[in-house]
Nanobody, 114 residues
Framework: QVQLVESGGGLVQPGGSLRLSCAAS????????MAWYRQAPGKERELVAV???????NYADSVKGRFTISRANYKNTVYLQMSILEPEDTAVYYC????????WGQGTQVTVSS
């Protein structure tokens, strides 16, 4: 069964931090690159960060140096540690395989505001 469950979002002040988690079904997670994406109001979904099965990472320029993607293979979970958050980071955050599947989870809302 295909499953992607994101969690950890919330309201945070500019400069703050959040850690997102994504539990994926093994059929999606195992041996695949995983990624975090986000969609801000009125904008298209964009790629934020990618992690390969062996742990190599890549980031969008807008989050480089502030966000860190990681994965726990033993529990099919991928994380996104977000620091020095900016109002422009406000979006619904999704995880998925990279390249993505047609199926998406419900996402988790991140709002950065004072």
């Amino acid at each position: 069964q295909v499953q992607l469950v994101e969690s950890g979002g919330g309201l945070v002040q500019p400069g703050g931090s959040l850690r997102l988690s994504c539990a994926a079904s093994g059929s999606i997670f195992r041996f695949n690159a995983m990624a975090w994406y986000r969609q801000a109001p009125g904008k298209e979904r964009e790629l934020v960060a990618v992690i390969t099965s062996d742990g190599s990472t890549n980031y969008a320029d807008s989050v480089k140096g502030r966000f860190t993607i990681s994965r726990a293979n033993y529990k099919n979970t991928v994380y996104l540690q977000m620091s020095i958050l900016e109002p422009e980071d406000t979006a619904v955050y999704y995880c998925n395989k990279y390249p993505s599947l047609a199926y998406w989870g419900q996402g988790t809302q991140v709002t950065v505001s004072s």
